[in-house]
């Protein structure tokens, strides 16, 4: 949305004049546009095919709590999810920021509100001079990439600020506080927030001009009069639902890539896979020493208070993930890891944003999560087996990328694994798994087909090392030929990486 | 299970002797456990009619991890679901202590570990002194009942101790503590825990004793044998599943209902429908007073620390449920609520026990949570309706109080109305909504052949008002025929019962 002047300073001052709808005309509109939500409601829910999220923000006394009351009124309240985000709960606070949005996501079919959502922190700790402007343009940049993401992922994003001028807001004041029955309306809290009016003004202003962007617009609502408010959001909403419902399928854009380094392509060919750990002492010498390490690091008390782990396994099929896993967590206290081991979603799950499966599993600080195959299922088997549209897994390397950066930027410490065997070594390992009664359910002939496609693979695996490995959140590309020698480098590399977060502070 | 002499003192004499298994024979026997274990796996999966639920509790070093490890290597790790259990966090401790639990449920066809349960914090508080004898029999009571309803509700449920004698525990201790590189094997917790290795074994004992029922027996499991405790478990898991698999569908018995008191039959006739609030506005500066009340204790810091709302709405249809829950909402923050409607169960939501659904909405103190229907929908729709075996809703009331009784003895106030309405008063308003364009999705054709079953109805509610009644957590029978009358009455009974509870402290 772009604006002449200072967009800031001028968000609201439209919405700052008088704006009233009189009982009469309010009684005849609100009739139509109820019957026509709960009609459309009903059409999301018979075949759904996208989500909607409302969030409802601003200043405070503007009717946010009264407009998700109507709505539950209006429509069907079984098939609309509200949710209300006060300062972070201790649990929260020890996930990463977004975690808790994540959590709250509405499923595709239905309808999502959000009273105070991702935007609420930032502004406040703007305004309170916790965070400086810098801090609050990269808040706010990463908002911007987080909503593009929702839009791409489908779904429809309607964001209401509620707004009153300083002098409305002072005469509902007055007004409420003038009869004790109603005092109580008007809380510390906002009495604390008006005295800071003109800063709060200045910082939304800002914030809501930055992220009111062509795919998710702020829509402002002059809040001061009940009947203006609730027709201002119910007919935006009904407008924007049914020219969804009446667009053809949104497809996301091909985002564009930069040009892959040389080297990227042979990196795996690379490898030197003749690594290996000789003697069977020696091994269990080393793989004691390590996880003794890593057991006392995942003691540590700065771990317990302000960190985390999370390990991604991804591999050639029979490269032994399971196998290096359980050396991991054979070096941990049960109550403090969890694996989880990613097949096909479920019905839940696939009514969601791509990552939102992962994010469920995100640890809290003091715990780990190791995941047998991960989020990069999407630019691996997905991408090689054509069971997502290119634009989709090419935007996915982005919008892992500011996963993890979430994760990295709260503390957690990120550490992927590539198991790399060669072919030669992968068929021994599928014949043994033949031969061996209780290990043919690991053996299918889906393995099979993917060997078939081992130069695509190849590729995929090289264009992922290549895109998503920032400074902090790297890959490792173990040479598992030899699995005493993946196993050892793999907890070498977590204790590795553990001890320099934990020292970096 | 009945033991002559002190059950709790000679729980574990067989397993203090030397339990071993050569390697050799492990070995042969392993592969064919393993083999038999993935396709019995794979088996459940394949038709999904109950959850497995594995408990591995017993004493530090006796091989629980492992043998969690193991599990994980034996079988498809994707269809198992580790849950780990350590002091609750702040999130948890603000949740009634069954809550974390119910959500780490595994689904049908799925197989559940949990690493530590509901027996360990009891077991620690009488240990170290923090409840007597007779508030470890309550809480042994209350474990006994939930796991009888896990059974009722088909669960299948493997306990599994682990035992290791005070010498071979200390031997154990020495053995790892010699070699630098194994000495973190032996953690700070449990050298403190053996120092009471005595005081643990007889608590455990007699908790051991009193938990092991005909539907879920503790399986104790020698541990010094890593060989001899992996078969252990690994075979009577198996055996379990076969046994399990090849019964017939399992249903639950029917319970002794004690007779109704005489009165109950006709409470909702002997009901004065003619009460009402007659002016519009002394209906106004009641609700505003009344609203004012509510407020103020949702803020009061008694509450925010130690308590929370759990509020239920049932009523005959057009009774008027979601009018009365709105004036509730309107006097909170809409941070700090949640109201939640019920409709028909999801998959995920099908694939557990009963009141799984209810549970994870269950407030953190501080917190409303207002249920539009709820768990009584099994004695009255699902009674009335046939959906629901007769042995099922019957046995649902005494599951129900449990439920409720381990809300309210956590702090939470749990309000129930029942909004009643007349013949009569319920036709007008069936008409006024289909003659209204937006409230006719109100009204269905289910709606009037509800109607058709009145009296049956009025029988299950008269049923669930007399058997679900508590003094901690009764039923207000709200006279609902004039709606203020109702909206006054409701919000006045939930301040009066927050008052009540808060200053009792």
Redesign the interface.
Known sequence: MMVAGDPGREMFEEADGSHRVAKSEYRLRE?????AL??TQ?ELLRAPKFATLILIAGVDGAG???T??LL???M????IE?????PP????A?HPPMWRFWRALPPKGKIGVF??AWHTMPILARVTGKIDDAALKTRTDQIQRFEQMLADEGVLLLKFWFHLSKAQQKARMQALEK?P?????V?EEERAHFRQYDRFRTVSGDFVAATSTGIAPWRIVPGADANYRALCVGDQLLAALKERLAAPEVRAAAPALAPLPRKAATRLRDLDLSKSVAGKKDYR?KL??W??RL??LS?DARFKAGHAAVCVFEGNDAAGK?GAI?RV??A????????V???AP???ERAQPYLWRFWRHVP?HGFFTLY?RSWYGRVLVERVEDFTQDADWQRAYAEINDFESELTSHGLVVCKFWLAIDQDEQLRRFKAREE???K??KITEEDWRNRDKWPAYEKAVCEMLARTSPDNAPWTVVEANDKRHARIKVIKTLVKALEARLDAG
Chains 1, 2 share one sequence.
């Open positions: 009739a139509a546009l109820r019957e709960v009609l009903y946010k709590g009264e998700v009351n539950n009124e209006w069907d309240p079984r098939h509200v949710a209300g985000f006060p709960t201790p649990d929260e020890a009273f105070g009869d029955d109603t005092a109580w309306r809380t010498d004691a020493k996880q003794g057991n006392r003691r399971g359980r967590t054979h941990l206290d049960a109550r403090y890891y969890r694996t081991s990613i097949a479920s019905e839940e809290r047998d061996t009664s209780f043919q359910f």
